[in-house]
């Protein structure tokens, strides 16, 4: 695998509703995933460093991008509490690899006088999210 550039990652989701088939979320120019791990601290009397355990996996992550008037984005998706197909391309040129699972959004819109109106928001997962390819 060799090093990619970011401009042809991609975020879809189920925009419309939980059971929608996923589609490109339009206008986002970046967007980050997270794979954690709970770690729980199991040190006892007597060790010279600290000892941990890992517990369940965690995927997250956020979105950024710029408003569209003529598309929801994903304001649905954060509003009604439903949790979407969610699949992130690091490059749609080889769609054999990417990120799979549903998530559940929050969104947020800003705008200022010398500025573009922006969406940000962020992802949790609401299901095992897997790597593909």
Not at 17 to 44: G, H
Not at 52 to 65: E, L, P
Not at 79 to 104: C, E
Request: proline share 2%; hydrophobic share 40%; charged share 15%.
């Amino acid at each position: 695998m060799a090093r990619i550039h970011g401009r042809r990652g991609r975020l879809y989701a189920g925009i419309a509703s939980d059971t929608a088939a996923a589609e490109p979320v339009t206008f986002l120019d970046k967007y980050s995933i997270d794979f954690t791990v709970d770690k729980v601290d199991v040190t006892c009397f007597g060790e010279s460093t600290k000892v941990y355990v890992a517990g369940i996996a965690d995927a997250s992550g956020s979105f950024s991008g710029f408003y569209d008037n003529a598309t929801a984005q994903l304001f649905t998706a954060a509003t009604d509490g439903l949790a979407r197909k969610t699949y992130i391309y690091p490059d749609t040129s080889s769609s054999s690899t990417y990120f799979f699972g549903t998530a559940l959004f929050d969104f947020n819109m800003s705008t200022g006088t010398s500025e573009a109106s922006a969406v940000s928001g962020s992802w949790s997962a609401a299901s095992a999210f897997t790597k593909v390819g």
